[in-house]
T-cell receptor, first 115, second 115 residues
Framework: ETGVTQTPRHLVMGMTNKKSLKCEQH?????MYWYKQSAKKPLELMFV???????ENNSVPSRFSPECPNSSHLFLHLHTLQPEDSALYLC??????????????FGPGTRLTVL | AQKVTQAQTEISVVEKEDVTLDCVYE???????LFWYKQPPSGELVFLIR??????QNEISGRYSWNFQKSTSSFNFTITASQVVDSAVYFC????????????FGTGTSLTVIP
């Protein structure tokens, strides 16, 4: 399998549920990202992991908890979400070389609906 | 302030027409990268092109062409002889050397090509 894969593709959860989104990249990249895409808004960068260390955390509520166990896998753990968290969650990966930020490759996203 | 502005929210063209998608960016960095992505209805963002700030040469790839002008801080994207398969949301993005791994995305332009 190639590229960036995400599971599940669709998720409906209640506000008291706990769920996890999974992302896997098969490109040999050293950085992975979580984005939130809501209607009519720019993509919002949530978290960045470079060499498995979190390097960006853009004021994301604690009900979102990322995990990067290795360079190929990234998780987003969800708990006690709010209806406004309903969105498309996109995972991306890229190869970061010294002083150069290469294009990010995206997965198909997880469409999350919080009831 | 928005670092990447895509003023056109929605565009509709008839098949075989040419269409230009505008992108204006804002940065104080002298080294930066600009990108275009395509997001078809399936949701996955597909990388189209990267351009660095030192290379103002315009690029053509098949029916796609890009016009990078630093003087006007613009990186416009033209599709020649549009096809129905070009219908998608197109995002312009900026990455600055000085701000690490952050990608700034515009709000996207939704293109509909009518057969």
């Amino acid at each position: 399998e190639t590229g960036v894969t995400q599971t599940p593709r669709h998720l409906v959860m209640g506000m008291t549920n706990k769920k996890s989104l999974k992302c896997e990249q098969h490109l040999g990249h050293n950085a992975m990202y979580w984005y939130k895409q809501s209607a009519k808004k720019p993509l919002e960068l949530m978290f960045v992991y470079s060499l498995e260390e979190r390097v960006e955390n853009n004021s994301v509520p604690s009900r979102f908890s990322p995990e990067c166990p290795n360079s190929s896998h990234l998780f987003l753990h969800l708990h006690t979400l709010q209806p406004e968290d309903s969105a498309l969650y996109l995972c991306a990966s890229s190869q970061i070389t010294s002083g150069r930020y290469n294009e990010q490759f995206f997965g198909p996203g997880t469409r999350l609906t919080v009831l | 302030a928005q670092k990447v502005t895509q003023a056109q929210t929605e565009i509709s063209v008839v098949e075989k027409e040419d269409v230009t998608l505008d992108c204006v960016y804002e940065t104080r960095d002298t080294t930066y990268y600009l990108f275009w992505y395509k997001q078809p209805p399936s949701g996955e963002l597909v990388f189209l092109i990267r351009r660095n700030s030192f290379d103002e040469q315009n690029e053509i790839s098949g029916r796609y062409s890009w016009n990078f002008q630093k003087s006007t801080s613009s990186f416009n994207f033209t599709i020649t002889a549009s096809q129905v398969v070009d219908s998608a949301v197109y995002f312009c993005a900026l990455s600055e050397r000085g701000t690490g791994n952050q990608f700034y995305f515009g709000t996207g332009t939704s293109l509909t090509v009518i057969p």
